[in-house]
């Protein structure tokens, strides 16, 4: 049987207390995410009612496959998230760990895979900026379609890396015993957080990838 | 170990400082620096936050010099329009939105809910770090060679045409960002969770209303500014037209995005103000608050609402005509509900028990100054007028009267009302009062001919004008002379004070409310015992009701 | 533009006047409740004030007939603002059909004007009298603003877009005109002149040609028809204007609705001739190939000016008489 070591914060009356404010405190935090990223929906909805071509043009030049393989990956890691968090639900240590080791490696899959296709962009010259080059009367349009590419899915990408980095700091604590069917609220938390970084990429999937494809 | 004082019996004895409390409960800069002691934390906070209130009013007092005179024969042009986005940028980010919650919120939401601290005290010592950290960047701007965009920073000027620190500035301000957000995720979710036992929500006190519609500004709005800031240095770092017409960009996208947050970033600093008119106006009438429904509903109403007006920054940016008819008819209807709580103030001080000490004579001025400033918030709503007066000095007015004469009034009433609870002293009345009036008669001075010389057409912004601007000027930068002078002087005896003021009570001013019902200073875990609530807020009367 | 002291500008345009009605009656609503307030605080703080330590005040502290009073008098107040600016907001964006087109660009930092007659200006303004004039503007690289204080007008100028304004002076003077959006260090040296005179007068000015770099006293719309040569646009657009394949005919064009490929209509105005010249794919024309290049970099603002003019005069004149001149 391991040992379980319960912490209750000096402020919270009880654990009850704790669980609730943790819990409300990660709803209000990806509140914030959602009206971040929801500047950039705003940008991106603007320009593409303006230039529907160009962001048709630009999005063909996308990497469907690669996208779709991504979409796949990180709708597995919300899988193995969710596992995770029940196995720490049910005091479970090691399959607690194994699963967030799952959900690290999917997403160093999908983060590898993005560097992947960044490189290929930056090798057909649809980086944004001085090198930026485009066949056909809508290079402009589509240099602006590239502009967010770049921002949605580089802002995601750095969520999804500290993603990766709590999930670490969260093995870490498992593997210290920190965590039991009585307390892993940390667990829990870091749950919401990667769904919803994967419920970003889901709309930022077929914005991009999916714009003009019959 | 604290006892709860009961009312009346401070009247009796000399006061005798509590053994041990939060301020010497530790010594050394370690305990400081180390801290999560909201009440610390909230001290921390009030050293920074003075210190860049006197750079902000530095670079003030060069822009009223120059002004002086129409020619611009101080500073050069480029140096005038680094002083005065340094000015407005300091003030804002780094003066304001901070001010009343991250030092007197801090401090107070704790202990009004009857809690030992806030729900996340490590975030909120992060959240003080966040601020100096981006505090440093804008310091390291000012010392070494400025910025010149105004704190709006538009495209395309800021991302293309400006030669001056921009990338640093937004570097700093999207870093400062970060601590408004923490601050509001703490506020939410102590204020949601950690109250007393018998504390609903319509026994808050309206310091607490006041401050979670505040926390639903900073956890909602600041997010947009963060994501606009990215934009602008990707645009100007990397050179990728987001905003750039060359590339069928739009630069008035980029106005929709800055004010989505940066409307409700007025918000952010006057509802916390509010909330302590509220707390003072009740003490000092010793009645309860009249129409508390409402003015709590208000504050909710003036959050949400705040949303929805931006658009009235951009009447002649080129906006649609119908556009602007929304944000107009939106930006009228905002104003009711700050109409509503000024009514309900005054309405406080009927058949009420009134006294004139300092914290009330900031509360009296602040009713004053935010009417008024208010009101001429009514012509810049009105489209065919702001057409005339956009980007004029009247606007500048305006938004002085709100966050000088309103935010930073309530501030100081605030910090007057409440220094005995944190610093265990009393302030010197006599010249508490002096430096109230001196700076209201100060701020009057500088700001009203202000509204004059922007229906004159003034412009904003400007460095040189025509000589016939000059007397208007003239007055403005003489009143603003009373003004800092009005400014220094509680600055000096709130530190006379922490070693020669007269020790403070438990419950000096004989008020309601959770944190009088503790030491003052306060023991670091607030409350010996968590209290249990039993009657409404602002219960002065019938007197004789107690908290256990 | 005296310098003598003033508290408030002088009225000089049709408009100004009802400005300053909304003005003054803001002004008394304004006072009307701030001396209320300021009344009833001093009063009631006066009034009741404390005089003994352990009076009780009675437990006033709400009534909802008060609470709906001070709600919807002043809401009531606030919409007649309202209806009453946007009213005021909707003449001010409604030129009258007989104004006198005017082109400015704005640049760092001075203000460039141009007169249908072929007068251009610096940082000054020359107008007649009693005639409705329309300004078209843009800028050429930071967003400024136009501003004239005693007409009551005002406009943001934006790289990228044409924005426009009306005016009609009413009275013979000097008055201020100001750049009033920020836009770097000479912000507030971007200022001139604007100069209201008799129509005589202004006839007057006209031919003296005063103040025109470049080439003086020529029209717009033969600059225009000039560039219309220099950059070749006969070759798709046709030196006959009319029944040719590869781009659509001109003559007739501005202000006309156009369908496009996509199946819109739009109305072919003077933001629609700039953006089919620097973004031509952006509109394609019904039953039209996407042919046109871009000309971006290649025409300043100046230039798109002179060829809107070119084009307006093929509607006016016809194109006989715009030919002629230009070879002239």
Same mark, same amino acid.
């Given at each position: 049987?391991?040992?379980?070591?319960?912490?209750?914060?000096?402020?919270?009356?009880?654990?009850?207390?704790?669980?609730?404010?943790?819990?409300?405190?990660?709803?209000?935090?990806?509140?914030?995410?959602?009206?971040?990223?929801?500047?950039?929906?705003?940008?991106?909805?603007?320009?593409?009612?303006?230039?529907?071509?160009?962001?048709?043009?630009?999005?063909?030049?996308?990497?469907?496959?690669?996208?779709?393989?991504?979409?796949?990956?990180?709708?597995?890691?919300?899988?193995?998230?969710?596992?995770?968090?029940?196995?720490?639900?049910?005091?479970?240590?090691?399959?607690?760990?194994?699963?967030?080791?799952?959900?690290?490696?999917?997403?160093?899959?999908?983060?590898?895979?993005?560097?992947?296709?960044?490189?290929?962009?930056?090798?057909?010259?649809?980086?944004?900026?001085?090198?930026?080059?485009?066949?056909?009367?809508?290079?402009?349009?589509?240099?602006?379609?590239?502009?967010?590419?770049?921002?949605?899915?580089?802002?995601?990408?750095?969520?999804?890396?500290?993603?990766?980095?709590?999930?670490?700091?969260?093995?870490?604590?498992?593997?210290?015993?920190?965590?039991?069917?009585?307390?892993?609220?940390?667990?829990?938390?870091?749950?919401?957080?990667?769904?919803?970084?994967?419920?970003?990429?889901?709309?930022?999937?077929?914005?991009?990838?999916?714009?003009?494809?019959? | 170990?604290?006892?709860?004082?009961?009312?009346?019996?401070?009247?009796?004895?000399?006061?005798?400082?509590?053994?041990?409390?939060?301020?010497?409960?530790?010594?050394?800069?370690?305990?400081?620096?180390?801290?999560?002691?909201?009440?610390?934390?909230?001290?921390?906070?009030?050293?920074?936050?003075?210190?860049?209130?006197?750079?902000?009013?530095?670079?003030?007092?060069?822009?009223?010099?120059?002004?002086?005179?129409?020619?611009?024969?101080?500073?050069?042009?480029?140096?005038?329009?680094?002083?005065?986005?340094?000015?407005?940028?300091?003030?804002?980010?780094?003066?304001?939105?901070?001010?009343?919650?991250? %030092?007197?919120?801090?401090?107070?939401?704790?202990?009004?809910?009857?809690?030992?601290?806030?729900?996340?005290?490590?975030?909120?010592?992060?959240?003080?770090?966040?601020?100096?950290?981006?505090?440093?960047?804008?310091?390291?701007?000012?010392?070494?060679?400025?910025?010149?965009?105004?704190?709006?920073?538009?495209?395309?000027?800021?991302?293309?045409?400006?030669?001056?620190?921009?990338?640093?500035?937004?570097?700093?301000?999207?870093?400062?960002?970060?601590?408004?957000?923490?601050?509001?995720?703490?506020?939410?979710?102590?204020?949601?969770?950690?109250?007393?036992?018998?504390?609903?929500?319509?026994?808050?006190?309206?310091?607490?209303?006041?401050?979670?519609?505040?926390?639903?500004?900073?956890?909602?709005?600041?997010?947009?500014?963060?994501?606009?800031?990215?934009?602008?240095?990707?645009?100007?770092?990397?050179?990728?037209?987001?905003?750039?017409?060359?590339?069928?960009?739009?630069?008035?996208?980029?106005?929709?995005?800055?004010?989505?947050?940066?409307?409700?970033?007025?918000?952010?600093?006057?509802?916390?103000?509010?909330?302590?008119?509220?707390?003072?106006?009740?003490?000092?009438?010793?009645?309860?608050?009249?129409?508390?429904?409402?003015?709590?509903?208000?504050?909710?109403?003036?959050?949400?609402?705040?949303?929805?007006?931006?658009?009235?920054?951009?009447?002649?940016?080129?906006?649609?005509?119908?556009?602007?008819?929304?944000?107009?008819?939106?930006?009228?209807?905002?104003?009711?509900?700050?109409?509503?709580?000024?009514?309900?103030?005054?309405?406080?001080?009927?058949?009420?028990?009134?006294?004139?000490?300092?914290?009330?004579?900031?509360?009296?001025?602040?009713?004053?100054?935010?009417?008024?400033?208010?009101?001429?918030?009514?012509?810049?709503?009105?489209?065919?007028?702001? %057409?005339?007066?956009?980007?004029?000095?009247?606007?500048?007015?305006?938004?002085?009267?709100?966050?000088?004469?309103?935010?930073?009034?309530?501030?100081?009433?605030?910090?007057?009302?409440?220094?005995?609870?944190?610093?265990?002293?009393?302030?010197?009345?006599?010249?508490?009062?002096?430096?109230?009036? %001196?700076?209201?008669?100060?701020?009057?001075?500088?700001?009203?001919?202000?509204?004059?010389?922007?229906?004159?057409?003034?412009?904003?912004?400007?460095?040189?004008?025509?000589?016939?601007?000059?007397?208007?000027?003239?007055?403005?930068?003489?009143?603003?002379?009373?003004?800092?002078?009005?400014?220094?002087?509680?600055?000096?005896?709130?530190?006379?004070?922490?070693?020669?003021?007269?020790?403070?009570?438990?419950?000096?001013?004989?008020?309601?409310?959770?944190?009088?019902?503790?030491?003052?200073?306060?023991?670091?875990?607030?409350?010996?015992?968590?209290?249990?609530?039993?009657?409404?807020?602002?219960?002065?009367?019938?007197?004789? %009701?107690?908290?256990? | 533009?005296?310098?003598?002291?003033?508290?408030?500008?002088e009225q000089a345009s049709t408009i100004a006047a009802h400005v300053d009605a909304l003005y003054y009656f803001l002004i008394s609503v304004s006072l009307f409740f701030a001396a209320l307030i300021f009344f009833?605080?001093?009063?009631?703080?006066?009034?009741?004030?404390?005089?003994?330590?352990?009076?009780?005040?009675?437990?006033?502290?709400?009534?909802?007939?008060?609470?709906?009073?001070?709600?919807?008098?002043?809401?009531?107040?606030?919409?007649?603002?309202?209806?009453?600016?946007?009213?005021?907001?909707?003449?001010?964006?409604?030129?009258?059909?007989?104004?006198?087109?005017?082109?400015?660009?704005?640049?760092?930092?001075?203000?460039?004007?141009?007169?249908?007659?072929?007068?251009?200006?610096?940082?000054?303004?020359?107008?007649?009298?009693?005639?409705?004039?329309?300004?078209?503007?843009?800028?050429?690289?930071?967003?400024?603003?136009?501003?004239?204080?005693?007409?009551?007008?005002?406009?943001?100028?934006?790289?990228?877009?044409?924005?426009?304004?009306?005016?009609?002076?009413?009275?013979?003077?000097?008055?201020?005109?100001?750049?009033?959006?920020?836009?770097?260090?000479?912000?507030?040296?971007?200022?001139?002149?604007?100069?209201?005179?008799?129509?005589?007068?202004?006839?007057?000015?006209?031919?003296?040609?005063?103040?025109?770099?470049?080439?003086?006293?020529?029209?717009?719309?033969?600059?225009?028809?000039?560039?219309?040569?220099?950059?070749?646009?006969?070759?798709?657009?046709?030196?006959?204007?009319?029944?040719?394949?590869?781009?659509?005919?001109?003559?007739?064009?501005?202000?006309?609705?156009?369908?496009?490929?996509?199946?819109?209509?739009?109305?072919?105005?003077?933001?629609?001739?700039?953006?089919?010249?620097?973004?031509?794919?952006?509109?394609?024309?019904?039953?039209?190939?996407?042919?046109?290049?871009?000309?971006?970099?290649?025409?300043?603002?100046?230039?798109?000016?002179?060829?809107?003019?070119?084009?307006?005069?093929?509607?006016?004149?016809?194109?006989?008489?715009?030919?002629?001149?230009?070879?002239?």
């Open positions: 049987m391991s040992e379980t070591h319960v912490t209750l914060a000096h402020q919270f009356d009880d654990r009850e207390q704790q669980t609730e404010a943790a819990t409300l405190g990660m709803w209000a935090f990806l509140s914030t995410e959602v009206l971040f990223f929801g500047g950039l929906f705003t940008g991106y909805a603007v320009y593409r009612a303006n230039f529907p071509e160009a962001f048709a043009e630009g999005s063909q030049h996308l990497d469907i496959l690669l996208g779709g393989i991504n979409t796949a990956v990180l709708i597995s890691s919300s899988l193995t998230m969710a596992l995770a968090v029940h196995a720490a639900q049910s005091g479970r240590r090691q399959t607690l760990i194994a699963f967030l080791l799952a959900t690290i490696l999917l997403g160093s899959v999908f983060l590898g895979i993005k560097v992947v296709e960044y490189s290929h962009k930056f090798h057909d010259h649809l980086v944004p900026g001085p090198s930026f080059q485009f066949p056909g009367p809508f290079a402009r349009q589509v240099q602006l379609f590239y502009s967010f590419y770049f921002a949605m899915t580089g802002m995601h990408a750095v969520h999804m890396i500290i993603g990766v980095g709590i999930l670490a700091g969260l093995i870490s604590m498992a593997w210290k015993n920190r965590f039991s069917a009585e307390y892993y609220t940390p667990v829990e938390v870091t749950g919401l957080y990667w769904h919803f970084v994967d419920i970003v990429w889901i709309f930022l999937f077929p914005l991009l990838y999916l714009l003009g494809r019959h | 170990m604290s006892t709860a004082a009961v009312a009346g019996q401070d009247q009796l004895a000399t006061p005798v400082a509590p053994r041990e409390h939060y301020l010497n409960v530790d010594y050394g800069v370690k305990s400081w620096l180390f801290t999560t002691d909201h009440k610390r934390i909230a001290l921390l906070y009030l050293a920074s936050i003075t210190l860049f209130f006197f750079l902000g009013g530095f670079f003030a007092v060069l822009i009223r010099l120059e002004l002086m005179t129409p020619p611009g024969d101080l500073v050069q042009s480029e140096t005038y329009n680094k002083l005065f986005t340094l000015h407005g940028l300091i003030m804002i980010f780094f003066f304001l939105i901070p001010s009343i919650p991250a %030092v007197l919120g801090n401090f107070l939401v704790p202990m009004m809910i009857g809690a030992r601290d806030l729900a996340f005290p490590r975030l909120n010592l992060l959240s003080w770090y966040i601020y100096m950290l981006g505090g440093l960047f804008t310091l390291f701007v000012a010392v070494f060679g400025g910025v010149d965009t105004g704190w709006t920073f538009y495209t395309p000027y800021s991302t293309t045409y400006a030669n001056s620190n921009v990338m640093l500035t937004a570097v700093g301000v999207f870093i400062t960002g970060f601590s408004s957000i923490l601050t509001g995720l703490n506020f939410v979710v102590t204020i949601h969770t950690m109250r007393a036992p018998g504390l609903t929500w319509f026994r808050l006190p309206l310091f607490l209303w006041a401050h979670y519609a505040t926390s639903l500004i900073l956890i909602l709005g600041t997010p947009v500014l963060a994501i606009t800031i990215v934009l602008v240095a990707l645009e100007r770092g990397l050179r990728i037209g987001i905003f750039d017409p060359a590339l069928g960009g739009d630069p008035v996208l980029f106005q929709h995005l800055f004010w989505f947050y940066s409307h409700p970033a007025v918000y952010i600093m006057i509802l916390p103000a509010m909330g302590v008119i509220s707390e003072l106006v009740t003490c000092f009438s010793r009645k309860r608050i009249f129409g508390y429904g409402f003015i709590a509903s208000a504050s909710v109403a003036i959050a949400i609402l705040g949303f929805l007006v931006w658009g009235h920054h951009m009447f002649v940016s080129s906006q649609s005509v119908y556009a602007g008819l929304v944000f107009s008819i939106l930006s009228f209807l905002v104003a009711i509900p700050s109409a509503i709580k000024v009514f309900n103030w005054t309405a406080t001080l009927y058949k009420g028990s009134v006294s004139y000490q300092t914290p009330m004579l900031y509360a009296f001025g602040f009713i004053g100054l935010f009417t008024t400033g208010g009101l001429t918030g009514l012509f810049l709503a009105s489209l065919g007028l702001d %057409v005339h007066v956009h980007d004029t000095y009247f606007v500048v007015a305006h938004f002085h009267y709100i966050m000088v004469g309103g935010a930073i009034m309530g501030y100081l009433g605030g910090l007057h009302f409440w220094w005995p609870k944190m610093t265990g002293r009393m302030y010197p009345e006599g010249w508490a009062r002096l430096a109230a009036l %001196v700076i209201f008669i100060g701020f009057n001075l500088t700001f009203f001919p202000q509204f004059l010389l922007g229906y004159l057409g003034m412009p904003r912004r400007y460095h040189m004008y025509p000589p016939e601007f000059q007397i208007l000027n003239v007055m403005s930068s003489a009143g603003a002379s009373i003004l800092g002078v009005g400014y220094l002087v509680p600055m000096v005896y709130f530190v006379w004070s922490l070693r020669y003021g007269a020790v403070a009570s438990a419950n000096p001013w004989q008020a309601k409310g959770l944190e009088w019902q503790t030491s003052s200073p306060p023991p670091t875990e607030n409350f010996a015992r968590t209290p249990i609530v039993r009657e409404e807020a602002y219960a002065y009367s019938p007197l004789g %009701v107690k908290v256990v | 533009m005296g310098s003598e002291f003033s508290l408030l500008p009833l605080v001093i009063y009631f703080a006066a009034k009741y004030r404390r005089r003994s330590e352990n009076e009780q005040p009675p437990p006033i502290h709400e009534d909802l007939r008060l609470e709906l009073v001070w709600t919807l008098i002043p809401l009531g107040l606030a919409m007649v603002m309202f209806a009453w600016g946007a009213n005021l907001y909707f003449r001010l964006s409604r030129p009258p059909a007989d104004a006198m087109d005017l082109y400015v660009v704005g640049k760092q930092w001075m203000w460039k004007v141009q007169h249908p007659e072929g007068q251009r200006e610096i940082n000054e303004l020359h107008v007649p009298v009693g005639q409705p004039i329309k300004l078209t503007m843009t800028s050429e690289d930071v967003i400024h603003s136009f501003f004239i204080p005693a007409f009551r007008i005002k406009m943001d100028v934006v790289p990228g877009r044409y924005t426009t304004t009306w005016f009609e002076a009413t009275k013979t003077g000097e008055f201020h005109l100001f750049c009033t959006e920020y836009c770097g260090t000479r912000h507030s040296q971007m200022i001139g002149r604007v100069v209201v005179m008799a129509p005589v007068q202004y006839e007057q000015w006209l031919r003296n040609g005063n103040g025109a770099p470049g080439p003086s006293g020529e029209a717009p719309e033969v600059a225009g028809a000039r560039l219309f040569q220099e950059q070749r646009c006969a070759t798709c657009h046709g030196a006959n204007l009319g029944g040719v394949v590869l781009g659509p005919a001109l003559d007739g064009l501005l202000g006309r609705p156009v369908k496009l490929q996509n199946g819109e209509t739009v109305i072919a105005d003077e933001s629609y001739i700039r953006e089919s010249i620097l973004n031509p794919t952006a509109k394609i024309t019904a039953g039209y190939q996407s042919l046109m290049p871009t000309y971006q970099g290649q025409i300043n603002e100046e230039g798109l000016f002179h060829l809107i003019a070119y084009i307006r005069s093929l509607t006016k004149t016809g194109e006989k008489a715009a030919e002629t001149r230009a070879e002239q």
